[in-house]
């Protein structure tokens, strides 16, 4: 097929090839051509012919509205999002108002990004989650390479273990996890020669050292896709770089890595999106942490706290929905942006990556 | 002799370990112990006391209680269940028809794909609380509001967004009580999108070309060519979503759990959560022996 297309490039230099362009016919001739053709056809084979014809006009029609649909269904909290965001509370009320509103006013946006100290949050959000999230991919991927391509004894086991990690849900080892950094021991005799233990409950250690063992947020899916995707890989390639002297960690960070770019993006964006939305594990070892996820959760009594505590402000529920919908905004900016930058490798990078090779 | 000498499968192998061990570090510290600690709590009666968590062996004592005399776990139990059994399908079903939509080549299918993978990005924590109304924080008593905002005017939204007014009542009626989940049901449904499209796009182009030298319709084309290697997807497709619903901690008995567990009986909590694990285990185990006698491997 390469000599092929070489030999019509080569010919095309010298010889542009001229088109062959239908005549044009208009409606009557065509179908008088259509049904010359259904004449020369079996009855079976017309009836199929039509209503192939049938399910091509009207598929696209009809695919166009569900996509319509559909998508409008997925939009409609945004679309309601940034329409609120930029109201002011009064016209929350006004039924003339379906969309657009008469005045915009970024008053909102300020008391939401007051209420929820943005930017200090989101400092602490990039270094605790982000940067979590970021340690746990690469640590996910040597644990997945190690499970794709090596055999050992347990092997089996240990994967187990895995699949284990995917099912158990992690409210269930909450308080065994607790107990591990409230009364933080290492080695086990830390308290034999100090009689103490040390506490590390409130520090970022809490995250980071899961994440930094490939036990994480979702942990045990990343592992599994990561495995499916080196599997998926060709052989050749290892065993040429073991050929010219590689060590298996050297061929890891150098022939594999590179061609296994589309599962690292999609990992990492699962990763950045989940630890970005996590809650549950950053309140659990944290008396008062400050991360996006955390302080939208509790923007009701923030905004209570700080916008209204005058208390001469009277707001109704109704209104009250601008200021939230414009902390959902500002908190999911970040991540829609990543994901509008990376979502074409992201979406058409999925048919490559590991999910296939399961 | 001072060097070893390993074959080389062997080296290889101890380079496995080699890979796997910071996890394996981890999973003994943060999963394996804490997963037979939690065992073993089921069984206990547990008390938080300074430094320790005092236990007295109790036997089955919390199981018991779990199933006979707790009023409010097995119906959460056979609500969560419910759930489950009715979601499910309707996922599955729904995620397969949009993976075929989106693999069809159209006008603005690079913007429908973004649009219907978003939900992954936003899907999790409190932005869909708020997006569906479910929010509950302290002083927030009017969840009501927001979701009722949401759902019931869904059909009215998009007719009058299209620029129709007035349509039928009943017909109005009908459609907002499916779309009332909709929602739901396709913000739910990213991953599942994702794993049915990657499917998709594996189909083998000989049986694609087969099939429509042999005259296939879309819809022979659907049960004989799609279905089949989609298949084993289906089975990935349903663990995932019941693993997803059930690690969900807004499901009903995820609730309890956690309420229990606040109420600082760990050997209770830890009871009610293993059984409940159990049960999706055994429910998990019959899908499979069922699904995996229906599924197609390919080269079989």
Known sequence: MAANTMVSGFLKKFKPEKKYKEPKLTRSEKKERFKKRLESLTPAEQKYLKRKQFFEAVWPVFRAVIVFGLCFIILYPLIFMVSSAFRPRAEMNDPTIMWIPKTFTMSNIKDAIRAMDFWNTLKNTLILNIGCSLVQVLTCALTGYGFARFKFKGKSILFFVVIMMILVPSQIILIPQYMFFRYFNPLGIYNMITGNYINLINTAVTMYFPAFTANGIRAGLFIYLFRQSFRGLPKELEDAAYLDGCSPFRTFVQVMIPNAGSTFLTVFLLSVVWYWNDYYVSTSFFTDNRTIALMLKNLDANLTRIIFDNGNIQVNVRELIVWMESGCLISITPMLIMYILLQKNFTEGIARSGLTGM | ?300
């Open chain 2, 1 to 300: 002799m001072a060097k070893m000498h390993l074959s080389y499968e062997k080296k290889k192998g101890l380079y496995g370990y080699g890979f796997i061990a910071l996890w394996f570090i981890g999973a003994l510290m943060f999963f394996i112990i804490p997963v037979c600690q939690s065992f073993y709590y089921s069984f206990n009666d547990v008390k938080p006391e300074t430094g320790y968590l005092a236990k007295s062996w109790v036997g089955l004592a919390n199981y018991k209680r779990a199933f006979m005399t707790d009023p409010t776990f097995r119906q959460n139990l056979v609500t969560a269940l419910e759930n489950m059994a009715f979601n499910l399908p309707v996922i599955i079903i729904f995620s397969m028809f949009v993976a075929i939509i989106i693999n069809q080549k159209f006008r603005g299918r690079t913007f429908a794909r973004a649009v219907f993978f978003m939900p992954v990005i936003i899907a999790t924590g409190p932005v869909y609380a708020i997006i569906t109304g479910n929010l509950d924080t302290n002083g927030n008593n009017n969840a009501e509001q927001f979701s009722t905002m949401f759902e019931t005017d869904m059909v009215d939204q998009l007719l009058e967004f299209v620029g129709i007014y007035g349509f039928g009542t009943k017909f109005t009626e009908l459609l907002t009580t499916l779309t009332s989940d909709i929602l739901n049901l396709v913000w739910k449904c990213g991953i599942q999108i994702i794993i049915f499209l990657s499917a998709l796009q594996g189909i083998p182009t000989s049986a694609k070309e087969a099939a429509a030298i042999e005259g296939a319709t879309s819809w022979e084309f659907f049960w004989k060519i799609t279905l089949p290697y989609v298949s084993p997807m289906i089975l990935v497709n349903i663990v995932y979503t019941v693993i997803d619903a059930f690690t969900d901690p807004t499901n009903e008995v995820m609730i309890r759990v956690l309420d229990v567990q606040s109420d600082w009986q760990y050997g209770y909590s830890a009871a009610l959560a293993w059984s409940y694990f159990g049960i999706i285990l055994a429910a998990l185990g019959i899908i499979f022996a069922i699904m995996n006698k229906l599924v197609w491997y390919e080269g079989e």
